[in-house]
Every structure is written in C-alpha cells, then in structure tokens.
C-alpha cells in the first residue's frame, strides 16, 4: 500500500493529465460535451455520481434506490414525449447501447427471420452500423431527400422490397450530421401498416425538441403521440445535461420491451438477470442523471432550452453575414452544419477555431455532401455567441488566407492502391512516410497541432478506407506504457 502522499499525488497528477484534454465546462466545446452554464447543477451531479460509484445496478433488490431512480427517469421522460399509460423504460449506458438494443430487441422480436434486414435513412447514426455489425441486421440505407430528411417513398419502396425479412424502420429527432428531423408520422405509417417496429433515434434531440414545439417553434411531431412509433432513445447525457453514461430507451408497450431483457440460469452462480448489455452496472451514472433532472426539473429544462435556442438562432443569422461560409440546412434543433465555399475549407476552419479557444468538429464528405463543420450548442454557449462569431469571422478570414487545403497527387494515389479489407501495418506506416503528417517516434504516435490535413487526406479516402485507416491509428494509438 502506497503512502498517504502517493494517494494526494495521484490526484494532482490525475488534474494535470486532465488539462490537455478538451474543456467541458464554459460552453466553447461544440461537441461531445453539453453544458447548462450551472456550477450548482453540475456540482450535484458530480456529487451524486461519487455518492454511488460503489454501488451494483446488476440486482434491482440489492439496491432499490437505483430502481426508484431508474423509473423516476423513465416516468419523466415519458411525460415529456407524450408516453401512452402503457409506455415502459430503461436506463442504458449511453446512446449506442440504446440504439444497439433497440435493434436487438427488434431482431429478437422474431426468431422465425432468418436473415433481418432494418431500413435506416443514410443520415442515421452510425450506431445503427454498430449494430447491425454487431447483431447480424442487414442495414438497408436509403439516400435522402434535398433537405436532407429521410425520403418516404423510397423508404416504403425499400421496406417492400423485403417487407417480411424488415424488422425495423428508423427515423431520427434529429439527425446528428445535419440538424434534420425525418418524418416520423410518414415513416411511423409505413412500419405500422405492415406490423413492422419503428424506432425514433431521439438521443441528441429528445431532451430538448418537446421544449422547442412549447416555445413555438417549428418541430414536425415525432413523439409516442404519432401512431406507429414503438421506440425512442434519448440521451440524458446530452441535453439533459447530466453527467456522461446515461440514455433512455422507451417503449410503448412491456411487449414490445420483452425481448431486450436476458436472464440465464445455464450456470452454478446466481440467475444471471439483465435490462442493458452491462451486468454489474455503477450507480453513479444513473445516480447523476437523477440528480441533475429533480434539480433542473420541467421549469429549468424550458429555460436552458430557451437560451439554448437563442443561441442557435443567432449564430445562424451571425453566420449569415460572414461571407466563405453557410448553414447547409436551416437547424431544427440545436446542431448547426456549416458548408464553405470554394474561398476555403471546413477542416481549416475547425484548426483556425481550435486556436481560438472553440472546438467545432469537421464533418467528412458523404454521398455527395460536401464537408462540413458541426456545431452542437448548449446553453451555456449562449454567453459567448458573439465572440464565437467573431472567432468564426477570423477563421474564415484566415482559412481563406491560407487557401483550401490540399492533398499531395501521390498520397492520393498511394491509398487509392491500398485495399482498405486487407489494409496491413506495412501499409500504414508507407502511408505516415508518404504523407510526413503524423510523426511515429518512441512515444508512439504524434499529432500534428493542425488537423486539416490529416482530414483532408481521410476525406479523399472512400468511407471503408477511412474505417481501416482509423481503426489502424487507433490501434497505434492504445499501446501500453510499462514502467
Ligand atoms: C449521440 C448520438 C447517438 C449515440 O450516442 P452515444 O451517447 O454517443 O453513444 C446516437 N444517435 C444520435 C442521433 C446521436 O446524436
């Protein structure tokens, strides 16, 4: 056992890894963190996640206070987004494991299919791609419309193409890449007419879309109130601005939840009996999450989403003025896709921003698409929005200054020789030696400070060549370091 100092030391030297990470409080990091701008709020759900690190979700018994706190959760969200009486849920770990179940539970729904297909909009998350990799459901994709919402002839065209082989339609409140929401009351139709489950990926908009329609705004409906809609997933973690390793997946009936759940007997130990993919599940996620809603309540949330939107509507009118860039589509709800023209590029402008203080994230790319900036807004980003249009106004200055990034014509041809299915470590590292973007030295693998070109080198990548060479990076990147 270590000294009491080696235990305070630990912790020091835990804050001073953490302060090269991406900031998670002051409402300049536009993805991956969500932030109310309410120290209180955070402290608590901070405090409650400690309170119940410990603690085992693996048996509802042994610990009935994460019972009370789980349906407590699901009772809310159902109030939220127009749940029937007979409306059930269950606390994941985050959106994926809701999505992944959603899936599964479909799949499972129907043991005679032998080889399930589910029919997604090319917008939808690449969760569902998780999960059809992971369960064995063909993922049929159907481009979408010019607004970049799901098409629904050509869902319906798709569904009949192999109607009693289809277990799943999805929609999504919103799409993540665009901000879109699909039309949920079609595609819900379509699936309920012909017995198939529909499935709303609500993760990113279902904390805060139901907010939107009661300030007035214009959301097309995709709640439990269109007929048809079987499950949604929405995650706490996002905007309900708890603190990360909580989502929700609802459904409308027990029935229809029934074949998510495992128990297995098939052993000498206790029965093993499961709601989630994770067994042994800590309490501090589901404990946070908790706290963070009984403290904001119905009153805070309208309020956060107030300012929240606010800030959407003007960057979006700010970024109407700045000339290089554009909205790709008008925002639905609280996530902004910028396009560039040909004065510069999406990936400079992220660098440039980067400098500046604020993480936006690039968008590859896809089916036509150019590439994008993405921009999730939280609340507490609505303090700061004139000065992240002013930081936009200067990146785009300088983006154009220094001119669209470039990819070297032989690079290009170096990985359009490689084969993404056979893709080798040898290939790699010619690929590391050929570009000179990222260095392999002893301590493993060196970013470049600037990230333009290595996303402009993946951007010229077909999508199944961009999967290798992340996945290959990401393996170079996870070596132990040994002491
Ligand atoms: C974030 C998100 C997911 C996945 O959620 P994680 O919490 O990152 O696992 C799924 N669908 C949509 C629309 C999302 O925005």
Known sequence: MNAPQDVSDALARLRALQAADLPVHGGRTLAYVYDSGLPDVDRIGREAVAAYAGSNGLDPTAFPSLLRMENDLVGFALGLLDGPESAVGTVTSGGTESVLLAVQAARDAHPEVTEPRMVLPATAHAAFHKAAHYFGVEPVLVPVGAGFAADVAATEAAVDEARHRTVLVVGSAPSYAHGVVDPVTELAAIAAARGIRC?????????????????????????????????????????????????????????????????????????????????????????????????????????????????????????????????????????????????????????????????????????????????????????????????????????????????????????????????????????????????????????????????????????????????????????PHRR
């Not at 993919?277 to 309490?283: E, P, Y």
């Not at 963070?292 to 509507?313: H, I």
Request: glycine share 8%; net charge negative; aromatic share 8%.
């Open 199 to 479: 499935h709303v990926d609500a993760c990113i908009g279902g904390w805060v879309l139901p907010y939107a329609a009661r300030l007035g705004r214009d959301v097309p409906p995709w709640t439990f109130a269109v007929d048809g809609v079987t499950s949604i997933s929405v995650d706490l973690h996002k905007y309900g601005y708890a603190p990360k390793g909580t989502s929700l997946l609802l459904h409308r009936t027990p029935e229809l939840r029934r074949p998510q759940f495992f128990a297995s007997a098939a052993w000498p130990g206790y029965t093993m009996l499961n709601s989630t993919m994770q067994s042994t599940k800590s309490g501090g996620p589901l404990a946070g999450a908790w706290a963070v809603v009984e403290s904001l309540g119905d009153t805070g949330y309208e309020l956060l989403s107030r300012q929240v939107f606010e800030a959407v509507d003007a960057i979006v009118a700010g970024a109407a003025d700045i000339a290089g860039v554009s909205v790709l589509v008008p925002p639905q709800s609280t996530l902004v896709a910028l396009v560039t023209d040909d004065s510069c590029d999406a990936f400079t402008v992220c660098d440039e921003m980067a400098a500046r203080g604020w993480y936006v994230q690039p968008q590859m790319s896809y089916a036509g698409t150019p590439p994008t900036v993405h921009l999730s807004v939280s609340a507490a980003t609505g303090a700061h929005v004139a000065e992240l249009l002013a930081a936009l106004r200067d990146s785009v200055a300088a983006a154009q200054g220094s001119g669209p990034v470039s990819v070297d014509p032989d690079v290009v041809a170096f990985i359009e020789a490689l084969d993404p299915h056979a893709l080798t470590d040898d290939d790699f590292d010619g690929l590391l030696t050929a570009s000179g973007l990222v260095a392999d030295g002893a301590d493993g693998l060196a970013l470049p400070d600037r990230m333009a070109g290595v996303n402009a080198l993946l951007d010229v990548a077909s999508p199944s060549m961009r999967e290798a060479l992340l996945v290959a990076f990401l393996d170079r990147l996870s070596r």
